[in-house]
């Protein structure tokens, strides 16, 4: 992917049946959607492979090459510039209609959105442009949070090893926070009040319905 695409299309699943519906056709290894851009005599090509990588490239009608210079970081010019509108334009109605969100991959995470959308009606709030792998879930009444989903280097939380792991702030009551912090599986609030948060690494070993239970005592402690 280049910057743009990968831009479009990151945290993003993509629907196969979509891309059918869209004018995709089904190709070796993939789809392959081809547009004419004729105020530019160019045509879009955009690939999209069986792992979900996303392929898109220029051509120029009347050498058959590749045309790339759009994709040059601070090339300008006004042919340059309305090539690149209308790339982005292309690649973000196909990132509307054929793909959904998805920022995390643990299945705890899953289980966790799906447990809090379907008992508390709560949808996750992407809050911060520069950080799309955190999320917020809050109270319908008094919009305080009762839980936030991050994704963070092991090493921001006191985890051994390296790379990154899902995790979930919870509150918690101090006295109970306190006594519940091992360093293993619950960790001080990361980011937050760490007298009154605390944080859980999902698919570490803590089970979901434990977790199910401090998220619900989270809600209630967010009433307060």
């Not at 695409?5 to 993939?30: D, H, S, W």
């Not at 991959?105 to 289980?111: I, P, T």
């Not at 979930?168 to 360093?183: C, F």
Request: aromatic fraction near 12%; hydrophobic fraction near 40%; charge should be neutral.
């Amino acid at each position: 992917m280049n910057a743009i695409t990968e831009k479009i299309f990151r945290c993003k699943k993509v629907l196969a049946n979509k891309l059918i519906e869209y004018g995709f056709e089904q190709a070796e290894g993939g789809y392959v959607y081809v547009e004419k851009y004729p105020e530019a005599d160019m045509t879009f090509t955009v690939i999209i492979t069986s792992d979900g990588n996303v392929e898109a490239m220029a051509t120029d009608n009347a050498t058959g090459e590749p045309y790339t210079l759009f994709l040059a970081e601070g090339a300008a010019g006004e042919f340059v510039g309305k090539v690149r509108t209308a790339y982005e334009s292309l690649l973000n109605g196909i990132a509307s209609a054929c793909y959904e969100r998805e920022v995390f991959k643990s299945a705890d995470a899953h289980k966790i959105l799906e447990y809090v959308s379907r008992k508390y009606g709560s949808q996750p709030e992407y809050l911060w442009d520069k950080f799309p792998y955190n999320a917020v879930l809050r109270r319908k009444d008094n919009a305080k949070w009762f839980c936030v989903l991050l994704t963070v280097a092991k090493s921001k939380i006191g985890m051994a090893g390296e790379g990154t792991v899902e995790i979930i702030d919870v509150r918690m009551k101090p006295e109970e926070a306190e006594r519940m912090v091992d360093g293993a599986t619950y960790f001080k609030g990361y980011h937050m009040n760490k007298k009154h948060w605390v944080t859980i690494p999902l698919n570490c070993g803590t089970y979901i319905n434990e977790i199910f239970k401090r998220i619900d005592d989270s809600y209630i402690l967010a009433k307060k």
